[in-house]
């Protein structure tokens, strides 16, 4: 069964508190994406990652990065959360030779 | 941005009836994919349509593309409560790798 996880389902945090959210799959896609949806503007790419540590900027990367050391694996880190970084994240992933991304549930990120 | 007008961003049907959706879209492409977005859950493709097929269907759906008006459309026939939710499409960037999601277009269909 494809499948694509995420950890935590929501997570309350305080400004300047850092933040780990974690994303894996089990269907060996080499790209993952980590991806934020706020209300009127639709899904935003942050990161991209080709493979293990193969990583490229998004459209709004400024205050993340992530880090992918297995494939299955993709985490976004928040160091010194901000407000406005209170969002739903998701993470998705495909393969290589496939157009078809594959989205996880969703984190639900509250930053007071 | 890659898109431009998502027509009609939200609509209420009564179930049976059919309803379509469009997007245009800025700079060319050759694939447009249409996804799902249940409340609470992460978008799931619906259909993806090639420049070369300019229409196609998946059971209720049918699917259009016309590169020459760069635009898209995405029709349900027959809608279903269940059909309620918020309906993306996208396009590929960075190389083929990344999609561009447009704001969507929120169908809500009474039982």
């Known amino acids: 069964d494809m499948k694509v996880t995420q950890m935590p389902r929501y997570l309350i945090k305080r400004m300047g508190e850092n933040v780990l959210l974690e994303c894996g799959q089990d269907m060996s896609h080499e790209t993952m994406y980590w991806y934020r949806q706020d209300p009127g503007l639709g899904l935003q790419l942050i990161y991209i990652?080709?493979?293990?540590?193969?990583?490229s900027e998004g459209d709004i990367p400024k205050g993340y990065r992530v880090s992918r050391k297995k494939r299955e694996h993709f985490s976004l880190i928040l160091d010194s959360a901000k407000t406005n970084q209170t969002s739903v994240y998701f993470c998705?992933?495909?393969?290589?030779?496939?157009?078809?991304?594959?989205f996880g549930p969703g984190t639900r990120l509250l930053v007071l | 941005s890659q898109w431009g007008e998502e027509n009609l961003q939200a609509l209420s049907i009564q179930e049976g009836e059919d309803v379509t959706m469009n997007c245009s879209y800025k700079t060319y492409t050759t694939v447009v994919q249409w996804y799902r977005q249940k409340s609470g859950k992460g978008p799931a493709q619906l259909i993806l349509i090639r420049s070369n097929e300019r229409e196609k269907r998946s059971g209720r759906l049918r699917a259009t593309l016309d590169t020459s008006s760069q635009s898209s459309s995405l029709s349900i026939t027959g809608t279903l409560a269940t059909d309620t939710a918020v309906y993306f499409c996208a396009t590929l960037y960075q190389g083929g790798r990344a999609l561009i999601f447009g704001t969507g277009t929120t169908v809500s269909v009474s039982p």
């Open positions: 998705a992933s495909s393969s290589a030779n496939q157009d078809t991304q594959y």
């Open positions: 990652s080709y493979d293990v540590d193969s990583n």
